[in-house]
């Protein structure tokens, strides 16, 4: 058979950064207590507006294009279209208490909605496909590490062959986890999360804490959506092209036991099983019982934490909740 | 001392007039409306022009309208299912997946044994399929709910991609007409729902259900037992009622009739199985049943809304050339500002030094 593991690793690590940081925002959003459904909204929204970016930077410096400038320009677009999603979410649902799963689930229509609209309306403008040019799609997708790095046996491809992304994406994903859970920051979110009430009367600001984490993590998954149109999709605006990977994301949350150094192998595991059945065909497992394999492991996962009881591994005591501090 | 209060304090109320409830409501469909027009004009769109051609789009034409009344049966028929999980402060998001789950069922008769019987039976046979693969699909998240309290959330929601994936190998494997194709073959004539005016009778059943889940919310033992539990599952314990049971009845009845949706939509709208066949339903059902505060009957008015505008939307493409996703953006704006009108109806805001007013 011809199976290639170092490919594999290679092409699971891509396929699983957009789930990193769509995963990492989200966690960072639950910690706080918001359950926000709208992750696949946020991502769609991100993909297009940092598509966006990129293509009409790429057509108005035309010769004179920046590979640098084009990736910063979408990661701001991606990240602010994601911020501007996520604080709609936390002003209906921490400032009017709007039911959470609702809310999301409004967010999530908004969102794809918003996405696809731009998309399509960029392809109608163009009259064809939107693309950007060689040397720009080259600055999101290549690898940043020398040839020569890259071509040392094992270690170059499975830890140097990568693009920018996945290694602002591991940094961001260690730099949450330290910030979680080293520091005050952190705990005092974690609180917020666990027991907003407690929180609120050991004098900690509930609402400002819910708001910046919940807008921060809808700016950083929203970033994992620009990374899939752009690493993996090559750049190019296909309809439906995003479809699903927001709520993979939301499963991997759960997978993860709401930690985001789990999400570091989780995401690659999860990029793997999606990709798995273009890799490692087996006759007697047909494709599309692979691709719900990441569901059924998350729903088994979900059924074990709440058997074995293990107060670390428990989702955030007030997940889902609105906190109305007169009702005390 | 007046430092110390906060510019403004919030308070609980539910003694606001019903004209004042409406007019706030109202209030926010036009704001949606409005933020609509600012999308319009984005895309440089006269929004008179865009929001009549939805309009007449929809309501204009006899096919246009059949259209609508087809995407509202399944906005309808989901929302009025999803209304006594909600009741109980079950989150049943898994009506996507018992939909697509109950269109399998029904499916199975439709491809396998349409030749054993009459259409009739045939029929009645699917849709009981329907309604039993709908109701096993929720009672495995109710189960567990309330054997260990696993969270039914995200639970159901993992289960609408694990009856997509089932349906998607259906269609590439075991049911698949033509080799490669990865599309199952349309029904028998006879596994098809007929139409009384135009459109699959499925319409008149989801008309009957709403009256029957009026009945059932608010005059039944049941309907009271779901509310007591949604409202305190301690008081429901201390007045012998026996949870467990209780969430699995109401999880099973609730996945059945997104199950009898599912047979709808594959014998009834499209003659056929295909892995996006809830299309969706599932999730915006979720909102319908929200706004209309788990009521059946304003869930009517909604889904019918909801239908007008897609409907409304796919008419824009073709005839002004706006991607007809903007039917999302303007569902998306409507429920958003709907939701947040809510606030308004049950709080009240008191700002700071206005207590002695309060007191008058």
Not at chain 2, 16 to 44: E, H, N, Q, T
Request: net charge positive.
């Amino acid at each position: 058979m011809d199976f290639n593991l170092i490919g594999l690793i290679k092409a699971a690590v891509l396929n699983g950064t957009p789930l990193l940081f769509g995963t990492s925002g989200e966690i960072l959003t639950q910690k706080s207590g918001n359950m926000n459904l709208g992750v696949e909204g946020l991502m769609y929204m991100g993909g297009a507006f940092g598509l966006a970016a990129a293509f009409i930077y790429g057509n108005a410096a035309g010769e004179n294009a920046n590979g640098a400038v084009a990736v910063l320009l979408a990661l701001l677009a991606a990240f602010a279209a994601g911020v501007i999603g996520s604080l709609i979410f936390s002003f209906l649902t921490i400032t009017l208490r709007a039911n959470q799963n609702v809310t999301g689930l409004a967010l999530t229509i908004f969102g794809t909605g918003v996405g696809q609209f731009v998309g399509e309306l960029m392809r109608l403008k163009v009259g064809g496909n939107v693309s950007i040019s060689n040397s720009l799609k080259d600055a999101f997708a290549n690898p940043i590490f020398s040839e020569k790095i890259q071509s040392i046996p094992v270690v170059g491809p499975v830890l140097f062959s990568y693009n920018f992304f996945v290694y602002i994406g591991f940094a961001m994903a260690v730099a949450m986890a330290v910030i979680l859970n080293k520091t005050r920051i952190g705990l005092q979110l974690r609180a917020v999360g666990e027991s907003p009430a407690t929180a609120d009367a050991a004098g900690i600001n509930v609402t400002r804490y819910k708001y910046i984490a919940t807008v921060l993590g809808g700016g950083i998954s929203a970033v994992g959506g620009m990374v899939y149109t752009m690493t993996i999709a090559g750049s190019v605006w296909s309809h439906n092209g995003l479809s699903g990977e927001g709520w993979v994301a939301v499963a991997l949350v759960i997978f993860c036991l709401w930690k985001p150094v789990n999400a570091l192998w989780g995401s690659v595991l999860f990029g793997a099983l999606l990709i798995l059945y273009l890799r490692l065909p087996l006759a007697f497992i047909p494709t599309q019982i692979y691709k719900v394999v990441p569901y059924i492991v998350t729903a088994i996962v979900l059924i074990m934490v709440s058997m074995r009881q293990r107060r670390e591994d428990q989702p955030p005591a007030a997940l889902g909740l609105a906190y109305f501090r007169e009702e005390r | 001392m007046n430092e110390k209060t906060p510019f403004i304090r919030l308070a609980k109320r539910e003694d606001m007039p019903k004209s004042k409830v409406w007019l706030i409501r109202g209030g926010a469909f036009v704001l949606a409306i409005l933020i609509g027009c600012l999308i319009f004009l984005i895309s440089d769109t006269n929004p008179f022009k865009a929001y009549g051609t939805i309009l007449m789009g929809a309501l204009g034409k006899k096919t246009g309208f059949r259209q609508v009344i087809k995407n509202a049966v399944p906005l309808l028929g989901t929302a009025l299912a999803l209304a006594p999980c909600f009741r109980m402060k079950y989150w049943n998001i898994g009506a996507e997946g018992q939909i697509t789950m109950g269109a399998v069922g029904a499916s199975f008769f439709a491809l396998k044994m349409y030749e054993a019987m009459p259409s009739p039976v045939l029929l009645t046979v699917m849709g009981v399929t329907s309604i039993l693969f709908g109701a096993f699909w929720a009672i495995i998240p109710a189960l567990f709910k309330s054997r260990w309290g696993t969270n039914e959330t995200l639970f159901t929601l993992m289960m609408n991609y694990i009856a997509i994936g089932i349906v998607g190998w259906l269609q590439g494997g075991p049911w698949e007409g033509k080799p490669g194709s990865q599309i199952i073959p349309l029904f028998d004539e006879k596994a098809v729902l007929p139409k009384v005016g135009g459109v699959h009778i499925g319409w008149i059943i989801v008309l009957l259900l709403t009256v029957v889940m009026y009945v059932y919310m608010n005059y039944t033992k049941h309907g009271y037992e779901v509310a007591v539990l949604g409202e305190s599952e301690n008081t429901a314990v201390y007045a012998g009622m026996n949870v467990a049971k209780v969430t699995i009845r109401t999880a099973a009845l609730s996945g059945g009739i997104c199950g009898l949706v599912g047979f709808m939509l594959a014998s009834g709208t499209n003659q056929t199985l295909y892995s996006d066949v809830a299309g969706g339903a599932g999730f915006t059902a979720i909102t319908v049943c929200w706004l209309a505060q788990l009521n059946p009957f304003a869930m009517i008015a909604i889904a019918f809304l909801l239908a007008v505008l897609s409907k409304g939307a796919s008419v824009l493409q073709t005839s002004l050339a706006i991607p007809s996703s903007i039917s999302d953006i303007l569902t998306g704006i409507i429920l958003l500002c709907m939701l947040g009108c809510e606030f308004f109806i049950n709080y009240r805001m008191i700002f700071r030094g206005h207590h002695e007013k309060e007191a008058a």
